[in-house]
C-alpha cells in the first residue's frame, strides 16, 4: 500500500447530510471504509465504520435533502453522536491503519470526493480537532475513475457494470454508498493492475526507489494524532 499510492492510505468516506453547504448545514451521518491490499498488489473493501451524527447547534436542515436521504434527525431511536466524537472515533481507526500499512496520510476516496472531503473539513474545524490524519484537499473521485473505466458516473450504474451488487432501497445511506464506493474502486484499481506494474517498473528504472519524504513530526502526526514537534511545512498534493 505504501507504494501503491505514494505513501498515502485510500480511505473511503461517504456522509449523508441536511443539506449541501458545508458551513451551514447538518452532518447527519458519516461512514468510514478501510481499503485492504494482499500479497499480489489486488485491493479489497475492509472494515467499515458508520455513525449517525447529531446536528450542530444552528445547523440547517434541509427538507429536500431529508426527503432523499430519508433521515429524520430527531428522531428518538436514532444513536447520534456530536460530530466532533464521531470523527475522533473514525479517524482512530484510520491513525490505525496508516500505522498498520506504514503510509503517512490518508488520502479521502469519495464518490464525488470533493463534496465528502468539504464536509469532513467543516466538521473538523467546527469540532476543533487539531489532528486530521487526512490530506486537506487531495482525493480520489470514484465518479471519475468510473467515468473513465466504465464510461458512468453515477455511483449506481457504475457498480452494475462493474458487477457489483446494487440496492436501490439502501442508497443514500452513508455505510451502504461507502460501501459500494470501496467495491469500485478495488475493482477499477485492480483491474488497471498491468497499467501500474508497467508505471512501477519506469518508476524504478528512473531511480525513484523511495518515496517523497515527509518529515518525522508530519509521520508522526498522522498516524498517532500526537501533536508534532516544530511546524510542518506546507502540504503538498497527491498528485
Given at each position: 500500500m505504501l507504494r501503491r499510492f505514494r505513501g498515502f492510505l485510500p480511505v473511503v468516506i461517504d456522509?449523508?447530510?441536511?443539506?449541501?453547504?458545508?458551513?451551514?448545514?447538518?452532518?447527519?451521518?458519516?461512514?468510514?471504509?478501510?481499503?485492504?491490499?494482499?500479497?499480489?498488489?489486488?485491493?479489497?473493501?475492509?472494515?467499515?465504520?458508520?455513525?449517525?451524527?447529531?446536528?450542530?447547534?444552528?445547523?440547517?436542515?434541509?427538507p429536500a435533502s431529508l426527503q432523499v436521504n430519508r433521515i429524520d434527525p430527531w428522531h428518538p431511536l436514532r444513536p447520534a453522536i456530536d460530530e466532533g466524537d464521531a470523527l475522533q472515533r473514525i479517524f482512530r481507526h484510520v491513525r490505525a491503519a496508516i500505522r498498520l500499512h506504514g503510509c503517512r496520510?490518508?488520502?479521502?476516496?469519495g464518490h464525488n470526493a470533493a463534496f465528502d472531503l468539504?464536509?469532513?473539513?467543516?466538521?473538523?474545524?467546527?469540532?476543533?480537532?487539531?489532528?486530521?490524519?487526512?490530506?486537506p484537499f487531495s482525493c480520489f473521485d470514484t465518479a471519475t475513475l468510473a467515468g473513465a473505466a466504465l464510461g458512468q458516473t453515477v455511483l449506481a450504474k457504475a457498480s452494475m457494470l462493474a458487477g457489483l451488487e446494487w440496492d436501490k432501497s439502501r442508497a443514500h445511506s452513508a455505510s451502504y454508498d461507502a460501501e459500494r464506493a470501496a467495491d469500485l474502486f478495488c475493482s477499477v484499481c485492480n483491474e488497471l493492475a498491468a497499467s501500474y506494474a508497467r508505471a512501477d517498473e519506469k518508476a524504478r528504472a528512473l531511480g525513484w526507489h523511495t518515496l517523497p519524504c515527509e518529515t518525522p513530526e508530519e509521520v508522526e502526526d498522522a498516524a498517532t494524532g500526537e501533536p508534532a514537534t516544530v511546524d510542518?511545512?506546507?502540504?503538498?498534493?497527491?498528485?
Open positions: 456522509v449523508e447530510t441536511g443539506g449541501f453547504l458545508p458551513a451551514t448545514d447538518a452532518l447527519l451521518q458519516i461512514a468510514a471504509v478501510l481499503i485492504q491490499i494482499d500479497a499480489s498488489g489486488r485491493l479489497s473493501r475492509g472494515e467499515s465504520i458508520s455513525y449517525h451524527v447529531r446536528p450542530f447547534e444552528g445547523a440547517r436542515l434541509d496520510r490518508a488520502v479521502l476516496v468539504a464536509f469532513l473539513n467543516a466538521a473538523v474545524e467546527r469540532a476543533h480537532v487539531k489532528r486530521n490524519p487526512f490530506h510542518p511545512p506546507a502540504e503538498g498534493s497527491v498528485s
